[in-house]
């Protein structure tokens, strides 16, 4: 009988043990612009700014997880969650309701470093800059400053007033940015770029997919496309830079009727040149099939140059 007490007494400390493990309610007093990171192969997390000088974690961790390892020392913190030494997550059965169930709550001015596998991540209200990566999952990201990466190779990213030194990328799926500031660059591979940005410079570069860009007060603007086309409609930009090339791929241009700038415009490989902005037309060189259209506009202090082979170039008015 003495043994079946002891006995059933470890069962229930182990089943106890088992069931603490699958669940986490961390809260620490850390600096308002510590450096956070954050690591969690399989599951959703959400990473909100607050106005507290605290890092706070609670919710399940993933079924398959070892626990989680938690340090904060010196104005670094780091919460990992724990997994098997298994090199590819992807063998794994990933179920919808698989993996942690992650909400960290951060200080505004935290510096943010996330970083997963099968993993969705969204993230809010981060000002002391964001590093988010994962590798099959969707990224969100919303009110964030300073320097913000968000990439992803299978899955979507969605930015929303994002304001600083911006970079979005992924292989496999779409980009849509809306209300971004500072410098913006976008790459996406097999996907397409949709955004309404207001970035005084901004990079795009799409790959076997499309790119619709709406840009307000827009300086520079670089965009190549292989594979692909690209839309780009500039508001109030009076005098921008602007450099397109494309590659199997059309490129259109909308500029603003008070353009003031130098255009320079080369088809190569049997590609047009279309230019509905003013009267000139292209010329065709003598031989082989190349195109090429200059002509200014104002005092030409901006410089609009736009290069394809094998696609099609066209200027229009907003």
């Known amino acids: 009988m003495k043994q079946q007490l002891i006995l059933g007494l470890a069962l229930a400390a182990f089943s106890h043990h088992l069931w603490a493990a699958e669940s986490v309610n961390e809260n620490l007093k850390v600096a308002n612009n510590e450096k956070i990171y954050i690591e969690n ?52 059965d990933d179920k919808e309701k698989e993996g942690s169930r992650l909400k960290i709550e951060v200080p505004k001015g935290a510096e943010v470093e996330f970083q997963g596998v099968n993993s969705s991540i969204r993230v809010t209200g981060v000002q002391g800059s964001s590093k988010i990566s994962t590798v099959n999952g969707s990224v969100y990201g919303e009110k964030l400053e300073k320097f913000i990466q968000l990439e992803t190779v299978n899955g979507e990213i969605t930015s929303v007033n994002n304001n600083g030194r911006i970079s979005l990328n992924t292989v496999n799926g779409e980009i849509e940015d809306r209300g971004s500031q500072g410098r913006l660059s976008i790459d996406a591979v097999n996907g397409s770029i949709d955004t309404k940005s207001s970035a005084s410079e901004v990079s795009v570069s799409v790959v076997n997919g499309e790119a619709d860009l709406e840009l307000t007060n827009v300086q520079q603007l670089n965009m190549s496309s292989v594979n692909g086309s690209l839309d780009a409609e500039l ?41 509905e902005l003013t009267s000139h037309k292209a010329e065709k060189t003598k031989y082989g099939p190349r195109r090429s259209l200059e002509f200014s506009t104002g005092q030409g202090e901006g410089s609009i140059q736009m290069n394809t082979v094998s696609g099609a170039l066209k200027l229009e008015t907003n």
């Open 41 to 92: 192969m399989r599951g959703e997390v959400e990473i909100v700014a607050t106005a507290e000088s605290r890092f706070k974690v609670s919710g399940t961790l993933d079924e398959k997880s070892d626990g989680y390892d938690l340090e904060s020392k010196n104005g670094f913190t780091s919460f990992k969650v724990k997994m098997p030494n298994i090199r590819n997550y992807g063998n794994w």
């Open 235 to 275: 508001k109030g930009s009076i005098a921008p830079r602007v450099e397109a090339s494309t590659v199997s791929g059309n490129a259109k241009l909308k500029l603003d009727k008070t353009i003031d700038a130098k255009f320079y415009l080369v088809a190569n490989a049997g590609g047009s040149i279309k230019n």
